[in-house]
């Protein structure tokens, strides 16, 4: 199945190009993010078709996953 | 937000007649400020109630009408942060006029923030941030009530957050921006949070009991800034729509909605989420 990715700020860099990936059916989040290379531990927010999500949901073909990172200063 | 405790409608009944003898607005605010013994923001949020304004808010009268800056005039706020984000936040609210604002950080000026925090220069290294913040709000408002409270926000008393309007979150650790959340639900006070790191910044408004924060960080107690820094123009920009949000927020504009906005200045995105 086919994913729409979405990285935002400092994620991009570990996938600049990345806006598609074909992945195995019924994969979870936390695969997809193996897969594309993207540590777990730089995002804070994961949105599935503009809905929060976590990491040990199974993914669908065509929906679009977008990441954030924790942003903190002040 | 405060409430002008002498009889409203005989203060401006004077007022209207100090301003009429003295033909300047100004000179009449001060007058009955010193006759009454009332703060001069009062006697401003007064002039604003007759649809007058001091010329110090003229420039905010086409976005602000008089009722607002009245409203503001009359509202307290506190300011959890004066670094970065924190700096920028008080002069702006300062210029807009919000009546009293309760300033908080523990912290004293040393030459790693002088790249991006507003109130750091040479002079000041080495001074308290608070101490920094009143010094320049005293220069550019003298109506604007500022309280400088020099401890660790963990180690306030209950009663800093009495009369609070609306509290800016502009700390720089996420632990601590919990605790604000909580503080913010324990006594109903929406937050401004605003943070930075890098080319990348967010905004939101907290509402009371939406734990909008920890969906926000989840597990994360440290962010990108740890290994990116904060440049000047980040801070500066950040700061400036937690301002306009904040005013929306005072003036009642403002519905209630759990979204966060990121900026990110590289590729230049915004992306607006509800969580």
Redesign the interface.
């Known amino acids: 199945m086919e994913l729409e990715m979405k990285l ?3 994620l ?1 860099k570990f996938n600049p190009e990345l806006e598609s990936i074909e992945v195995d059916d019924g994969i979870t989040i936390l695969e997809l993010f193996d897969k594309a290379g993207i540590p777990p531990s ?1 995002v ?2 994961v ?1 599935v078709n ?1 809905r ?1 999500a976590t990491l040990d949901q199974p993914l669908h073909d065509g929906e679009t996953v ?1 990441a ?7 | 937000m405060s409430k002008i405790t002498k009889n409203e409608e005989h203060l401006s009944q004077i007022l209207e007649q100090l301003i009429e003898t003295t033909g300047e607005v100004e000179i009449a605010i001060e007058t009955l400020a010193g006759d009454q013994g009332i703060p001069k923001r009062e006697a401003e949020a007064l002039a604003c109630g007759l649809d007058i304004f001091p010329k110090r808010y003229k420039a905010n009268a086409g976005t602000l009408g008089s009722e607002g800056q009245k409203r503001l005039l009359q509202s307290k706020v506190l300011v959890a ?1 004066l ?4 700096g920028h936040v008080v002069e702006q609210l300062v210029r807009c006029g919000v009546g009293e604002l309760v300033g908080i950080d523990a912290d004293n000026f040393d030459e790693t923030n002088l790249n991006r925090q507003l109130y750091s220069d040479i002079n000041s290294i080495g001074l308290s941030k608070t101490e920094a913040a009143r010094n320049r709000v005293a220069k550019i408002n003298d109506a604007v009530e500022f309280y400088p409270i020099t401890r660790k926000l963990e180690d306030l008393e209950g009663n800093t957050y009495d009369d609070v309007d609306l509290i800016f979150d ?5 632990p601590s ?1 919990l605790h604000l959340q909580e503080m913010g639900e324990r006594y109903s006070i929406p937050l401004v949070h ?9 905004v939101a408004v907290v509402w009371p009991g939406s734990k909008l924060l920890s ?4 597990t ?1 107690r ?4 740890k ?2 820094g ?1 440049p000047p123009f980040t ?1 500066a920009l950040i700061a400036t729509l937690m301002v306009s949000e904040g005013i929306k927020l005072l003036l009642g504009k403002k519905k209630r909605e759990n979204t ?1 906005l ?1 900026a ?1 200045l ?2 230049n ?1 915004w ?1 607006n ?3």
């Open positions: 935002f700020a400092s991009r730089e804070a927010i949105l503009g929060h977008a954030f990172p924790p942003i903190a200063g002040g | 942060g670094g970065g984000l924190g502009c700390l720089d650790t996420i921006r605003g943070a930075i790191g890098g080319w990348f910044g967010q969906n926000i960080y989840g994360k440290e962010g990108i800034e290994a990116l904060n801070p966060v990121f990110d590289l590729s995105q992306q989420i509800t969580l």
